[in-house]
């Protein structure tokens, strides 16, 4: 699952065992960022997590680049103008910053 690959990068970032606090930018093409704060926070009790969540948005050879929903993949989503494949330009952040 997205999510869990998403909360071992977390972990693997980690330079104590139980920061006291947590400020992650989660992108949304890691994944449905709950899911993610839910097992995140079950692996870290006593942590105060804040996540902010990064829409994602795409670039198209057609010109298009804006906003899409939800994807499957990391690195691709459907342009929704043409319906080709569009490199996602924002989304895919996951960027951990611990105190
Ligand atoms: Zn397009």
């Known amino acids: 699952m997205k999510e869990e690959a998403a909360v071992e990068f977390v972990m ?3 330079v104590r ?10 992108g949304a093409a890691r994944g449905d960022v709950r899911k993610f704060e839910r097992i ?11 996540i902010e969540c990064v829409p994602i948005e795409v670039a198209c050879r057609c ?12 690195n691709f989503a459907r342009c ?5 494949l569009a ?3 924002k989304g ?8």
Request: proline letters at 6%; hydrophobic letters at 35%; charged letters at 25%.
């Open 12 to 14: 693997h970032k980690l």
């Open 17 to 26: 065992q139980k920061p006291a606090k947590l400020k992650i930018r989660f």
């Open 40 to 50: 995140l926070s079950r692996k870290l009790p006593g942590t105060k997590i804040e």
């Open 63 to 74: 010109g298009f680049s804006g906003g899409v929903g939800l994807t499957e993949s990391m």
């Open 80 to 84: 929704p103008r043409c319906g080709r």
């Open 87 to 89: 490199w996602i330009v």
């Open 92 to 99: 895919n952040e996951l960027i951990v910053h611990q105190f």
